[in-house]
């Protein structure tokens, strides 16, 4: 990054990101122009990744992206022709800024305080609120009567207690690999073979298995069952993709970058697997 020394979360006109330089936020969000000619937003912490945003922009070595002092932010060439920008000119003075929120915006600094004049609208979908997802209950609120029903008719005390955990997860980011505490504040972040796992070793139980393939595999703990004697709290699999069984034909799951730890109806998702927990 060309220019005077700056915040580490800002890029200021005239300066630019060439390959492999960042701006990032404090709490591990990292804007970065690649050498393959994409700029992405990655969401860090510890040695754990997820991507949530770039510009699709993938061809093109040498490519860099540039504050420029009218107040358009543009991503071009080599030979210096744009591939991708924020259309923001006429913003004199603008800056980009890596927000802790996981946005990515275009501010200026006015007499009325700061201005947001674009935004990559790439912050995750987390409660605003801080919720304790440490609870060894039901979580309060609208899906507390699910997570009693669910926890009723568990196939198990383990599951049982996998339930209450997972249901509290509720609203959590999703991330691939991992399966553990964010780095900051009090929430977490899954994939789906993650939040399976995560949920059962809070219940006491070691799975014996990292990926979703293995943990529908069975083996060991891992009882396989026919799908339509599974209860709730056993892990259901399909497509490469694992969820954890609940009262009234719902799961509980992480899917993909973007959307929450959510519940959703198992029906129609082609279904090929369960495994109850036998501890």
Not at 102 to 118: A, I, M, Y
Not at 142 to 161: G, N
Request: proline share 6%; hydrophobic share 35%; net charge neutral.
């Amino acid at each position: 990054m060309s220019g005077p020394p700056l915040p580490p979360d800002t890029l200021r006109a005239p300066n630019a990101l060439a390959a492999d330089q960042s701006i990032s936020s404090a709490n591990g969000y990292e804007f970065v122009m690649k050498s393959d000619g994409n700029a992405v937003i990655n969401w860090r912490f510890g040695t754990a990744s997820t991507q949530i945003w770039q510009t699709g922009t993938v061809g093109d070595a040498g490519t860099r992206i540039t504050m420029e002092p009218g107040g358009n932010v543009a991503l071009s060439g080599p030979t210096g022709d744009v591939k991708w920008q924020t259309g923001t000119t006429g913003n004199d003075g603008a800056s980009l800024v890596m927000q802790p929120d996981g946005n990515l915006v275009v501010r200026q600094d006015t007499v009325t305080g700061p201005q947001t004049v674009w935004s990559s609208n790439s912050a995750p979908v987390v409660p605003v609120v801080p919720v304790d997802r440490t609870a060894a209950g039901c979580p309060e609120g609208a899906d507390r009567s699910l997570c009693e029903r669910s926890v009723a008719a568990a196939s198990s005390d383990t599951a049982a207690r996998a339930i209450k955990y997972a249901m509290n997860q509720l609203g959590s980011p999703y991330c691939s690999g991992c399966s553990s505490r964010l780095g900051f504040g009090p929430q977490h972040a899954f994939d789906c073979s993650g939040l399976m796992l995560r949920s059962y070793s809070e219940a006491g139980v070691d799975l014996g298995a990292q990926t979703s393939g293995s943990i529908v595999t069975g083996g060991g703990i891992r009882r396989q069952i026919a799908v339509g004697a599974a209860k709730p709290g056993d892990i259901v699999g399909y497509s490469g993709h694992v969820a954890m069984l609940l009262a009234d034909g719902l799961i509980v799951e992480a899917t993909k970058p973007g959307t929450p730890v959510r519940i959703a109806s198992f029906a129609g998702r082609g279904l090929s697997r369960a495994v109850t927990i036998a501890a």
